[in-house]
């Protein structure tokens, strides 16, 4: 294979407090093995990913607390290749690190940008439409994004709406909405020229620069004053991390600029953003229980979500209905499922306990 | 104080399946806080016996498997008082070897046995209840046990027929029935003349000695074999446990006997045989949840006994109602409290799983 020009980032920043007590400030989601399949979050996105993008290609950008975690579940990606961010910034400073560092080693890049922590069933569709992504994305001045049909008017995505052109495989993004309220939701679902932002990008790097330059002026400045791949690059990107504004790449870049197209696909596809969504998509058994391992055993038992993340231990589950149960070191966590959503709300009156942020 | 005639000799040999995940073969239930008061169980039955018989006085007899836990648990006690069985032989097997030990130091002695595990409210009723008995073994050939007013026709107790003597303190026993079946119980509580047989027996060394000589002959010449207090004891009863009957003291001895006593005693006596029991006999807070730590946040939860081994842990229990929720390092257990007697159903399950011994 010559040299590919398509380069992948894997954003694995994330805490992912939803996830408590499993997902931990320590131990986030994304380097979990949350549906229980033997290989964490992370690591499913890389070998989806390495299909078509060679491993010497593929960044993973993360908190630096993490990158230890992520060298050791991701052997094959070269250690100056996982990058650490001195401090959370939403995803508009960690796409134009990344996106500046690789344009470095290679100023005709093609990128695409993927979040650590989804779920997609449908690889072969999935691999397909990023190649026809970094196809456009090589020819053309175009922010590519994938959009996934909505199921429901869920208000913790964004929203596309495209200008259908028919017969097409992908289409110009009329306006691009962030996390809108219920109201709002409903009617882009209603209206059916809606997608939902899948989180994922594929751009060439001069493309998403200039698109930078454009419509976050202050931050395409700040770094353009680093030297990438260099001995000063980290203490660079120390200095100027505390300045850069906090926004996404959605808020910040997307809802502006006009060169925006969406790839409708099909990809059986998940945030995987609450254990209900997690419960969806896992194997069940014949009594409608997620189980995480062999030794769960469950009587009159039926729709639970049972997670364990001790392999050395067991469970003995008697008479509970749609709950999640999740077990760890720390804590120890019974809910009905339809209340994932307080999950964060426990986890605040955790903190409160005294001496309670031990337990997160 | 001069030298006391009074021994007490703790009974701490069993297992405690029933309060499985708490309760494990290398930690059972005699050796922890299962009520959440700070003291054990073999602990709080050292407390209470300490406060009339010396220290010095007082035994424990358990499998050798338990000796150093006893030890660290009770500092207290005398090092070659704390006595380690070869196996398990049910009590005639230990109660025999008890007395012959505490004879030869003292062929006055008077005994008082006690179960490690028992829950007892009124120490005060208790302690007098003692006294009475000791003086009465003292004088008598008598073979004494504490008896408790049935509230239920429990078919885990043993049962004492007694024949009344208006006004007296204790009362001829006339039968003696170890856990009757569902339909004798009830004719039992019916009749009104029945106690229980709390497992608490006083008597003298020579009448305990007697009785095995009479109705377990053989027992006694394996155990009048061996010189106590000596060198050679441990190794000699290492050679005879393997022959002697497995059998209760209550069958070999209290059923024959025609000398057996009984005193009431309204004692705010339990068993604490199930975790309903100590569910009962556990403190509550206003939704009437037995907690037994700090870290543990309820919502909408009433009525459940919650229990975490580990001090490390936190849990959130939203929805539960009448629930029995143990949480240990090697399992969790979340089943209606109405099931506990199914507890030694589910370990069984578990032992059937592949290397399911490892969660036992």
Redesign the interface.
């Known amino acids: 294979m010559s040299k590919s020009i398509n380069y992948c980032v894997i954003m694995a920043g994330g805490i992912g407090s939803r996830f408590w007590?499993m997902s931990t400030q320590k131990y986030p989601k994304q380097f979990q093995d949350i549906l229980g399949t033997g290989r964490t979050m992370i690591q499913q996105t890389y070998d989806r990913i390495s299909q078509i993008v060679p491993a010497e290609n593929i960044f993973v950008i993360t908190n630096k607390e993490y990158i230890s975690l992520t060298e050791q579940q991701l052997p094959e990606i070269k250690t100056e290749n996982i990058v650490g961010e001195p401090m959370m910034k939403n995803t508009a400073a960690c796409n134009i690190y990344m996106a500046k560092k690789i344009e470095a080693l290679n100023p005709l890049a093609n990128l695409i940008v993927l979040p650590a922590d989804h779920l997609i069933l449908k690889e072969n569709i999935f691999l397909r439409k990023v190649e026809l992504a970094f196809n456009l994305a090589e020819k053309n001045d175009y922010l590519i994004t994938l959009g996934i049909k909505p199921t429901r008017p869920d208000t913790g995505f964004g929203y596309i709406q495209f200008v259908e052109k028919k017969g097409a495989e992908y289409f110009k993004v009329k306006t691009f909405t962030e996390k809108p309220n219920l109201e709002i939701a409903k009617t882009f679902i209603e209206s059916g020229d809606f997608l939902w932002n899948a989180g994922i990008f594929i751009w060439n790097v001069k493309s998403i620069l200039s698109a930078f330059d454009e419509n976050l002026e202050e931050m395409s400045q700040h770094f353009g004053s680093c030297e990438y791949n260099s001995e000063g690059e980290i203490s660079c990107i120390e200095v100027i991390y505390p300045k850069v504004a906090k926004i996404s790449i959605d808020n910040g870049i997307l809802e502006k600029a006009k060169n925006v197209f969406v790839i409708p696909a099909d990809l059986g596809w998940s945030d995987l953003g609450t254990w209900t969504s997690v419960y969806e998509n896992s194997p069940k058994d014949e009594e409608n229980n997620s189980i995480g391992s062999?030794?769960i055993?469950t009587?009159n038992a039926k729709g639970n979500l049972i997670r364990?993340k001790?392999k050395?231990?067991?469970?003995?589950?008697?008479?509970?209905e749609n709950?999640i149960?999740v077990?760890t070191?720390?804590?120890?966590?019974?809910?009905?499922r339809e209340?994932d959503q307080?999950i964060k709300d426990?986890v605040q009156?955790?903190k409160n306990?005294?001496k309670?942020d031990?337990?997160l």
């Open positions: 007590p062999k030794q055993i009587y364990l001790t050395s231990k067991a469970a003995i589950i008697d008479g509970l709950y149960i077990d070191e720390k804590a120890l966590l019974i809910c009905p209340n307080l426990y009156d955790l306990l005294k309670g031990k337990f």
